[in-house]
């Protein structure tokens, strides 16, 4: 038999594919859920990009109380850095949305297109994983976070213990990662 060729398709996943088959369990509602969940993520990835180039080009939006405008604003005002690397290690490594380290003075912002609260705590990881890259003491230098989302921003003052104790467990499970793997080769 000649098969078909849908090489176009390589790299690409289906929403109704045979590798994640849990949707063969759903019902109608369930699917639509899952459906629009996956479609807010698709647009969440291009508001970021959009976001990211509007920082990266010093672009401005109009000075309205809304989520986009009030997060590129900000960034292009504090003159962060967009969408930057923090890494530790192969095991603990992130992304962050926009980032900027001046006057002894971390800022940490993040962009949220979901409709759930979301949690300081991603936040916390980066300003570890920033700590240790970097040979900043949490308790050294201040750490600013904010969440930009649903048309709010919510600031946070990092508190230096809870950072310390993030970076010590990343250390500790990144060593405990290496062990096992090097048992199981």
Not at 28 to 52: C, I, P, W, Y
Not at 177 to 183: K, S, V
Request: with cysteine.
């Amino acid at each position: 038999m000649k098969f078909n060729d849908n090489s176009k398709l390589a790299g690409q996943h289906a929403f109704l594919s045979a590798s994640k088959h849990s949707w063969l369990n759903y019902p109608e509602d369930k699917l639509d859920r899952v459906f629009l969940s996956n479609m807010a993520a698709q647009r969440g990835t291009k508001l970021h990009a959009l976001a990211h180039d509007l920082i990266t080009l010093g672009v401005r939006l109009p000075d309205t109380p809304t989520t986009m405008n009030m997060y590129v604003n900000d960034a292009i005002g504090f003159r962060m850095q967009s969408e930057k690397i923090l890494f530790y290690s192969m095991n603990a490594f992130g992304t962050v949305d926009t980032i900027a380290f001046r006057h002894n003075k971390l800022r940490i912002h993040d962009l949220k297109n979901g409709v759930h609260h979301a949690s300081e705590k991603q936040l916390e990881v980066y300003s570890a994983l920033f700590c240790l890259e970097y040979g900043f003491r949490p308790f050294d230098i201040e750490i600013e976070l904010r969440i930009y989302q649903n048309d709010e921003v919510r600031i946070y003052e990092a508190d230096p213990v809870t950072i310390s104790l993030i970076m010590d467990k990343i250390v500790a499970f990144d060593r405990r990662i290496n062990i096992l793997r090097e048992e199981a080769e």
